[in-house]
């Protein structure tokens, strides 16, 4: 967990072009395979439902104050739906890179559509983080930065994420550590975060 001082507002679109995967892991471009990844995921959602909880309770939010949230690689919009249902006045702006995942995501956040919004952007290029208007008083992401592999892109993702969080807000993210948790805590203070500390070591993966 990082907290912040910090800039901004809601959302735009840039241009859509092919999401790149640098291992070939993926093909977010393709509908049938967004489809079929997501449900995959549905399967381990009961698992991380903890470590959603745990972002929820650490939030420095009561349940019924009114809070915009930017979750970054959002995909369908799992860790969002969760945070939506228990803080009833929250807002979030969705991140992701994909189009068709993006597509997934308002479907099955369509119950929410007024509170919630979608910006494609590909946060693995330089500058994605002007398409976004902030500041937000949580950002947070669930298994996604580690897509980009490039330890140089991770360091410039946080970057950039700092200047989106408001003062007294933070930025929360659960994911895989590779590089190493020490490098990517190290990355955060660089980026300007203080108080960076691990909230949960699984080992593989971690919440910071």
Request: with cysteine; glycine share 8%; hydrophobic share 40%.
């Amino acid at each position: 967990m990082v907290f912040v001082q910090s800039l901004q507002y809601w959302g735009l679109r840039c241009q859509k072009r092919k999401i790149p995967d640098p291992w070939n892991h993926h093909d977010w471009d393709s509908k049938k395979y967004v489809t079929n990844w997501a449900e995959r995921q549905d399967e381990r959602e009961v698992e991380r439902r903890q470590i959603f909880q745990l972002i929820a309770d650490t939030l420095p939010y009561d349940h019924d104050a009114k809070f915009n949230i930017l979750d970054l690689g959002a995909g369908y919009g799992a860790l969002s739906l969760f945070l939506l249902d228990r803080f009833s006045k929250a807002t979030a702006v969705c991140q992701d890179g994909s189009d068709e995942m993006a597509k997934l995501g308002r479907q099955r956040l369509a119950p929410l559509k007024t509170r919630v919004k979608y910006v494609l952007c590909d946060f693995s290029k330089p500058g994605w983080s002007r398409k976004i208007k902030g500041p937000f008083g949580v950002v947070v992401s669930s298994i996604a930065i580690h897509n980009v592999r490039a330890p140089e892109t991770i360091r410039a993702i946080y970057g950039e994420t700092f200047p989106l969080v408001k003062t007294g807000g933070c930025f929360l993210n659960f994911d895989r550590m590779t590089p190493s948790l020490k490098d990517q805590m190290k990355w955060l203070g660089e980026a300007g975060f203080s108080e960076v500390q691990c909230l949960w070591d699984g080992g593989r993966r971690a919440l910071i």
